[in-house]
């Protein structure tokens, strides 16, 4: 079963907007987890949020994270044509002794040039 | 600096062959994950290997089979392939605190 959801399943945008992304999970959580992953190619990590921060940034990213809804944002500012690829949310239930992650379905995103 | 590398990147099976995908990982983990990835279904986790020598059964393991030869290599086996496995398989590593590194994946489909 998937722990976490994306919203919206697709997302298009022009170059320079913010693309904002949001994912809901059901249980409680160590930490939440965002990865892009281009056309074809493997799951790269972005950034790690730990359950008892609220939010964190890097480079243009920034990630929040609201534990009593059980939801978090990725934002991406002044989008790229670069930034085109699917976003997943991943969790790490809390209590997990493996650092086993569950996925969301994901987000695709274009950026328009 | 290879990080996870797995092969074949390719491959068709024929219904009931078997086949073998290799991973490994040159950055000193302890775990390691097989996940498949379906259309939208996201990632699902396959098996695990929370240390060398120790291997266990994540969401969807009916029909695979791992092995965790040493720190660094976790394979993972279909004995007899059914189209249900065609998909796309990704290895990953832990960084303790930080995230999975990910390979970059093995496409497989069964006729």
């Known amino acids: 079963s998937q722990q976490g959801e994306e919203d919206p399943q697709a997302l298009s945008i022009q170059e320079g907007e913010n693309a904002t992304m949001n994912c809901s999970y059901k249980t409680s959580i160590n930490n939440l987890q965002w990865y892009r992953q281009n056309s074809g190619r493997g799951l790269v990590h972005l950034i790690l949020i730990r359950s008892n921060e609220r939010e964190k940034h890097s480079g243009r990213l920034r990630v929040t994270l609201d534990t009593s809804k059980k939801s978090s944002s990725l934002l991406i500012t002044a989008s790229r044509a670069a930034d085109t690829a699917s976003y997943f949310c991943?969790?790490?239930?809390?209590?997990?002794?493996?650092?086993?992650?569950?996925f969301g379905t994901g987000t695709l995103l274009a950026v328009q040039p | 600096n290879a990080g996870v590398t797995q092969t074949p990147k390719f491959q068709v099976l024929k219904t009931g062959q078997s086949m073998t995908l290799q991973c490994a990982q040159d950055m000193n983990h302890n775990s390691m994950y097989w996940y498949r990835q379906d259309p939208g279904m996201g990632l699902r986790l396959i098996y695990y290997?929370?240390?060398?020598?120790?291997?266990d059964k994540g969401e969807v393991p009916n029909g695979y089979n791992v092995s965790r030869l040493n720190k660094r290599e976790f394979s993972l086996r279909l004995e007899s392939a059914a189209p249900s496995q065609t998909s796309v398989y990704f290895c990953?590593?832990?960084?303790?605190?930080?995230?999975?590194?990910f390979g970059s994946g093995t496409r497989l489909t069964v006729v």
């Open positions: 290997s929370a240390s060398e020598g120790t291997t």
């Open positions: 990953a590593s832990l960084i303790r605190n930080y995230g999975y590194t």
């Open positions: 991943a969790t790490a239930p809390y209590g997990g002794a493996t650092n086993k992650l569950i």
